[in-house]
């Protein structure tokens, strides 16, 4: 019985999902400190409040935002004041916003098959200022 719970052990310290996240230094994040150098392909910057955030399962976030800025590019899909749907990868590294937390977002767009526009954020690392890029399509 010994063996069979120290394999069990060993097989879930292996997989992948199972790996904890080494530390806050390694925490992400939704929001932006700083952006000195935009990530390119973009849709929008801006300062946005979340309303209502949601883990679905280990993966999936999604969260309601109100746009209290327009910093960047935006092609009139946004304004200040709109209500917009985030949804974006959950890790054990995060991201762990929560709502009522504010801060500036880099998003893509996507029309979802609803035919609603939903922002799918990068995620941004405060640690050593690495981000990436969302996965529009997990």
């Known amino acids: 019985m010994h063996y069979l719970l120290t ?3 060993f097989v879930l310290l292996a997989s992948p ?3 904890a996240c080494r530390g806050p230094s390694m ?3 939704l ?3 700083a952006i000195s150098n935009p990530p390119a392909g973009a ?3 801006a300062k946005v409040a979340l309303l209502d955030v949601t883990v679905m399962d280990f993966y999936k976030g999604e969260a309601t935002a109100k746009v209290l800025q327009v910093i960047g590019p935006a092609e009139a899909r946004v304004h200040k004041g709109d209500i917009i749907s985030l ?3 959950v890790s054990s590294c995060g991201p762990y916003d929560q709502s009522g937390h504010v801060g500036t977002i880099v998003a893509k767009a996507v029309t979802d098959c609803s035919g609603r526009l939903v922002w799918h954020p990068y995620t941004y ?3 050593d200022g690495t981000f ?3 996965s529009i399509n997990k």
């Open 7 to 9: 394999l069990f052990s």
């Open 17 to 19: 999902q199972a790996q």
């Open 27 to 29: 925490e992400n994040t």
């Open 31 to 33: 929001f932006f400190k």
């Open 43 to 45: 849709d929008v910057i």
């Open 87 to 89: 949804k974006y990868l």
């Open 125 to 127: 690392r405060v640690s």
């Open 132 to 134: 990436w890029a969302p």
